[in-house]
Every structure is written in C-alpha cells, then in structure tokens.
C-alpha cells in the first residue's frame, strides 16, 4: 500500500483561501473541503459552531455509499449531490477523486450560483492537490515520521 | 490510509472495528466514549436502525497524545455485522489503518465469527490489504458469558496467526482500553516503518 496522505501548510492555506473566495462568490454559509476518508482538510464561513469532525466523516460516509451505488448503476460517479433542507441546503461534490467539496447555504444564495461557482474553485483545488503529490512525491519535505521513535511510540501509550 | 497534516500538525489514522451481528463492536466504542476526558474525544455517531442494530457505522474520533509536536487523531469505525450489510462493510474498510476483530465468545457464535472473519479477509484483499501485514488485534468479547468457549478453542480457530490478542467485557470494559492501545500502537509504528 501507498504511504500516508499528507498536507503542506502552503496548499493547506491555498485551499483555505479557495474555501473562503467560493463562500463569498457563492453567498455561501460555509464551504468545507474533506478528504474522501471523511478527514476535515480546509473550511472557511461559519463554522464556529459547526461539529465539523461529524459532519466531515458523515458527508464522506454519504459519498462512499452513493458512489457504492453508482457502480451498481454502472456510473462512474455521481460528482454531485444536492439536499435541500428546510433553511440550509447542502451542495457536495467531488473534487478530482480525492475530496469532498461541501457547500452550505441558504435562501442568499441559489442552487445554480453554487454551481458556477464550485465548478471555477474545483479546478483550482485540482492544482492544489496535484502540487502537494509532486511534493510528497519528491520528498522535497522532510517527513515527520523519520523523527519518530519507538521510544516516542511507547511514551504516548504509557498511563 | 494515514493522513499527515503538517499545517495543524495532526497524524490521523482510521481504526475499525469488525466482527459478526452484536459482538460488541458498537459496545466497544460506546465504553470508550464513555471513558475518555471531554476533550480528548469528539462527538460519536452512530447509524443504527430503530432496534440499535448499526445500519451503516458508528464514529468515534479520539486525541490519544502528542508526538514530537504532532497530535495523532484516531477516527474509530464499526461496521454492521449482520451478513447482509457486506456492501456497507467494504465501503467502511476504505482507507483502514488498523483492524480490531472482535469474536463472540459464546459458542453458538463460533460458525458466525468464522464467517465474519473470512469476510475481513476478502474484503481486505479486494481493496489491496493483506490481514497479515495490515496492523491487526483479535477482542474475545464476552469472557463473562456462562456459555463462553475455551480460549484455546477460540484462539485456534480465530487467531492462527497469533496476532495481538486480548480477553474482554465490552459491557464492563475489561480489556476495551487494552485492544484499542494495541492496535493504534501498531498503526503508528507500522507507519513509522512504512517511512
């Protein structure tokens, strides 16, 4: 198997910046970006008093079984998924194969804004991602798990 | 798999927890839940039917500490264990770090838990795992049981590998702790390895 995902502090700010750029062109209540394990990657708007560890690993949750269905249906995928609640709608789609781009929003905005404005900022995320596999590919950065001990290991676990 | 944020600082790994229809999985993360301090835990989901049975997983992220200035996250998972949830099942092993295997211990259950057990095998291997090379612990849950069987029994069958193994009560919470440090330790320095 493949080593760990990883996030450099310079995509990890990009993508925050993304976040924050599609919540204000989208009139969005918050924009959250998760990786497709359901780990909480970047977010931006109103999400102070969000569970967004729960929310991450349900929305994950919800596309891992509507992609399960897909392949029944022999889709590829299905990008994109909208729920519409009675004040907050959710728009979800998946950016690249690798994330979750989750849109939360309400009567300021619409549907259809969301959608052009996702689109525009999935693209840039795209690029994003792709910067951070060519760096952890090159192991340009040095790697927090070389400092590891076993020591280190040890310690965590001792009462 | 593994993720490292070195923006926040944070190693974050996915723990899961599998076995037959109520072994004691949802059990497991409900003791843990109930032990740990406010602010070494989040909040735990679960996705269960109307009779508590899980329909899709239960979800329990922990803080279990700080290495070398890196918190590590576990996010906790079980699967539904009734057999007719497999498709449910695959989809939860995505990305999986470490596996705990609980085992009923009672003996009517020992057929289910051979079942369950093969499942995890193939369900592995279809995603590119391989049970013995992944970072893995067996639980025998339910040692008060009147009907529990022999663990010399238990381990012959469930455990040919001699993984890590440990006794348990989930109800009770004996040996719940012991597992989940077992198998996160494993993670951690499987990945330390992996490097």
Redesign the interface.
């Given at each position: 198997?493949?080593?760990?995902?990883?996030?450099?502090?310079e995509e990890?700010?990009q993508m925050s910046l993304v976040c924050a750029r599609l919540t204000r062109d989208a009139n969005a209540k918050a924009v959250l970006l998760i990786?497709?394990?359901?780990?909480p990657?970047a977010d931006a708007g109103d999400v102070d008093e969000l569970?967004v560890?729960?929310l991450s690993?349900?929305t994950a949750?919800n596309v891992?079984?509507t992609?399960?269905i897909s392949k029944i249906l022999r889709e590829k995928d299905f990008f994109s998924q909208f729920h519409e609640g009675e004040k907050t709608h959710i728009h979800i789609t998946l950016v690249g194969g690798r994330a979750i781009l989750v849109v939360l929003f309400d009567e300021r905005s619409s549907l259809g804004l969301v959608r052009l404005r996702v689109k525009k900022s999935s693209d840039e995320m795209v690029r994003l991602f792709d910067s951070v596999a060519k760096k952890a590919a090159a192991k340009s950065?040095p790697?927090?798990?070389?400092?590891?001990?076993?020591s280190?290991?040890?310690n965590?676990?001792n009462d | 798999?593994?993720?490292?944020?070195?923006?926040?600082r944070e190693?974050?790994c996915?723990l899961v927890y599998y076995g037959p229809g109520l072994c004691g999985k949802t059990t497991n993360l409900h003791y843990i839940y109930a032990k740990t301090s406010p602010d070494a835990k989040?909040?735990m989901?679960s996705?269960a039917t109307e009779t508590e049975r899980t329909l899709?997983?239960d979800?329990l992220?922990l803080s279990?500490?700080?290495?070398?200035g890196?918190k590590?996250r576990f996010?906790l998972y079980t699967v539904p264990g009734q057999v007719f949830y497999d498709?449910?099942r695959?989809?939860?092993l995505?990305?999986v770090d470490g596996v705990v295997f609980v085992a009923d211990s009672q003996i009517e259950r020992m057929e289910a838990n051979i079942e369950s057990l093969d499942n995890l095998r193939l369900n592995l291997t279809d995603q590119?795992?391989d049970l013995n090379k992944l970072p893995y612990v067996v639980q025998y849950n339910k040692r008060d049981l009147p009907n529990a069987a022999p663990m010399d029994q238990l381990r012959e069958v469930l455990n040919p590998t001699k993984a890590p193994e440990f006794e348990a009560c989930a109800t009770s919470g004996a040996g719940v702790f012991d597992t989940l440090?077992a198998v996160?330790?494993s993670v951690?320095?499987e990945?330390?390895r992996?490097?």
């Open positions: 198997m493949s080593g760990p995902d990883v996030m450099y502090p990890q700010q990786g497709r394990d359901g780990q990657i569970d560890t729960s690993s349900l949750g891992a079984a992609g399960g950065e790697s927090i798990l070389t400092e590891i001990t076993d280190d290991i040890d965590l676990f | 798999m593994s993720f490292i944020n070195y923006s926040s190693i974050n996915k989040g909040k989901i996705l899709f997983f979800f992220p279990l500490g700080e290495i070398r890196f590590t996010h498709a449910s695959k989809l939860i995505k990305g590119g795992y440090k996160a330790k951690l320095t990945l330390r992996g490097q």
